[in-house]
């Protein structure tokens, strides 16, 4: 099994520009998690999905961003417009029926906005 | 106000040494905790999971314990590897209608040879 995948693995932008991180879940998985890590505050669930509809978006810190989860394969992460206090370490992850709390984090997207 | 704290911040040991992370939680109410690895520049890694009603898991060479009277758990590593330099990460679900996780931030732990 490939595990969770996300890209890119890292992303450096200007300030004001639109960016877009995907994420692949591991098959069979019905669950998907959005997580943003920085130094100061660890890390916090931005929201999550169940059989690809969004149960519970609280975490998302403010209107510039925004998630979908069209299928059961594929999930985006969009910031717009991106600022700079958006840098950060974005996770995604997945979890098989049944049993949320069993999380497999893929390798993270390191956000740069200049 | 649901939190989670973890201590010591940072912490260096010699390989082949023992030692014990902490972690005091503030949340109600409480659903399970967890230990996470999370090596540099990698996802998280579940360790353990525990519920109310256990005292006690063990994975390999580490073993979380909970006490849910106190609101303490602590991770006890044995006979350190150098792989086992890495964050750890303490994490409380709350009961309620969707998933709610209080995150600590985390113990850096750095293994010498």
């Known amino acids: 099994d490939a595990g969770v995948i996300q890209s890119p693995r890292h992303e450096v932008t200007e300030m004001g520009q639109e960016v877009t991180l995907r994420c692949k879940p591991i098959?069979?998985?019905?669950?998907l998690f959005w997580y943003r890590q920085t130094m100061m505050r660890g890390l916090e669930l931005l929201i999550y999905?169940?059989?690809?509809?969004?149960?519970?978006d609280s975490g998302m810190p403010e209107d510039r961003f925004s998630a979908k989860m069209p299928n059961a394969s594929f999930s985006t992460l969009k910031i717009q417009p991106s600022e700079p206090r958006d840098s950060a370490v974005y996770f995604c992850?997945?979890?098989?029926?049944?049993?949320?709390?069993?999380?497999?984090f893929g390798p993270g997207t390191r956000l740069t906005v200049t | 106000k649901n939190q989670v704290e973890q201590s010591p911040q940072s912490l260096i040991i010699l390989e082949g040494k023992n030692c014990t992370l902490q972690c005091n939680y503030t949340v109600s109410p409480f659903s399970n905790l967890r230990w996470y690895k999370q090596d540099t520049g990698r996802g998280p890694v579940s360790l353990t999971i525990?519920?109310?009603?256990?005292n006690t898991k063990s994975n390999g060479r580490y073993t979380a314990t909970l006490d849910a009277d106190t609101k303490q758990s602590s991770l006890h590593i044995t006979a350190s590897q150098l792989s086992d330099s890495a964050s750890y990460i303490c994490v409380v679900s709350v009961i309620s209608g969707t998933y709610k996780y209080i995150f600590g931030t985390g113990t850096r732990l750095k293994v010498l040879a």
């Open positions: 525990m519920t109310f009603s256990e």
């Open positions: 999905f169940n059989n690809n509809v969004p149960i519970d």
């Open positions: 992850a997945s979890s098989p029926p049944g049993q949320p709390y069993e999380q497999y």
């Open positions: 098959s069979g998985h019905n669950s």
